[in-house]
């Protein structure tokens, strides 16, 4: 019998249509000899959608305004089911690829409300995908593993540094202010006066209620994927080359000619193979499962530094991730299965967690602790 496989997309980020995109391009890839795939799109407002094939091909936004049916994913005795709220129609899913980036989809909350119900699924689990989503809490455990990351100064409403004290911590006078937990650039600012700093410290509490301020470097970005299959691969990393003054919202989607990207990347062969095992390096640090992109920004004497991780990339039909991949012999379709299966091997690995029983004398108390 074939498994029934639920692709949640769309969600309340920025990278909405992008994560419609990557959704349709998944649903190609799957085996349909092995798989039946079903579609929950979620909208700005966090609706839930049951969408077809052709609702994929046409929608760059989900809406409640498109005659879709509402739905919602719920527990019915032992198996998670996606409800069809206007046929009462209920699909018993066997795993669940989550497809939306940013918060709500990327920061732990949807893979907790999929632990809630049980439910294999692709990808970090909630405690990786909150510490990749925190730039703070993912460099501090990096520093802990001696992964190289910039210099940085975490920042709340109560403690607000001023421009000179940020300047002279981070022994630099051109700043990148940053929301803690966002993405795709969202809520960064390059600045160079007190001014600018002033005005990028006030936007940024708009996103988060925490901040991060970093030091500039004169370098270039680089990004490398990681993929966990039968065995954990690193990609030849992808160099991209910004025509903006940094990798920003606007160079990464409005500017059709934001940026050009160069795979392989221009890197010589030993810094290629150290931003590689730095990316698995990173990637276990954090407790990452399955997938991730690894973000490096290289200095122009090639001193490299991890930014962040992205535990739900693109996989757009030209979404670097896949393409990384491709250059280490692994095509997209194979991917995709192998997530599939690793979602399903973990859930039932963890299945056996809670069902080993304590046998009686393992342990013994004594007043001053437990012993073995």
């Known amino acids: 019998m074939k498994k029934k496989i639920l692709l949640v997309c769309g969600g309340r980020s920025v990278e909405h249509e992008v994560s419609l995109r990557s959704c349709r391009h998944i649903a190609q890839l799957i085996d349909r000899t092995c798989y039946d795939v079903f579609v929950w799109g979620i909208d700005r407002q966090g609706e839930g959608y049951c969408l077809e094939q052709e609702d994929l091909e046409r929608l760059s936004e989900i809406t409640g305004g498109d005659d879709l049916a509402s739905a919602f994913l719920t527990r019915q005795g032992s198996s998670a089911v996606l409800q069809n709220a206007r046929t009462g129609e209920a699909v018993a899913i066997d795993v669940v690829f989550p497809v939306i980036h940013g918060l709500m989809g990327e920061d732990g909350v949807l893979q907790g409300f999929l632990n809630f119900l049980n439910v294999p699924y692709v990808g970090c689990n909630v405690s990786s995908s909150a510490l990749c989503m925190n730039k703070r809490l993912a460099r501090e455990i ?10 940085f100064m975490p920042v709340t409403p109560l403690d607000v540094p001023s421009y000179s004290e940020a300047c002279a911590c981070l022994k630099s006078s051109v700043l990148f202010v940053k929301a803690c937990r966002q993405g795709s650039s969202v809520g960064v600012f390059k600045v160079r006066s007190a001014q600018e700093y002033d005005r ?31 065995e954990l691969v690193a990609s030849r990393p992808a160099e991209i080359e910004c025509r903006h003054d940094f990798y920003s ?10 940026a050009v990207f160069h795979l392989p990347a221009r890197l010589p062969l030993p810094i290629e193979e150290l931003v590689r095992d730095l990316s698995k390096k990173a990637f276990q640090a954090l407790g990452c499962f399955g997938m991730a992109r690894v973000d490096f920004l290289i200095s122009k004497n090639f001193d490299i ?31 995709v299965f192998q997530l599939l299966q690793g979602a399903q091997q973990r859930w039932e690995k963890e299945q056996q967690y809670s069902l080993v029983p304590v046998e009686q004398g393992m342990f013994t108390f004594k007043e001053d602790g437990l012993c073995f």
């Open 142 to 151: 990096m520093v802990y593993h001696n992964i190289p990351v910039l210099p």
């Open 200 to 230: 990028a410290i006030l936007a940024v509490f708009k996103y988060d209620d925490e901040v991060l301020i970093e030091r500039f470097i004169q370098g270039f970005e680089v990004e490398c994927s990681v993929f966990q299959g039968q």
């Open 305 to 335: 530094y991890v930014s962040e991780l992205n535990t739900i990339p693109g996989f757009t039909e030209i979404s670097l991730y896949l393409r990384m991949l491709q250059t280490v012999g692994l095509e997209a379709s194979q991917v």
């Open 249 to 258: 919202y606007d160079a990464k989607y409005l500017d059709p000619e934001g």
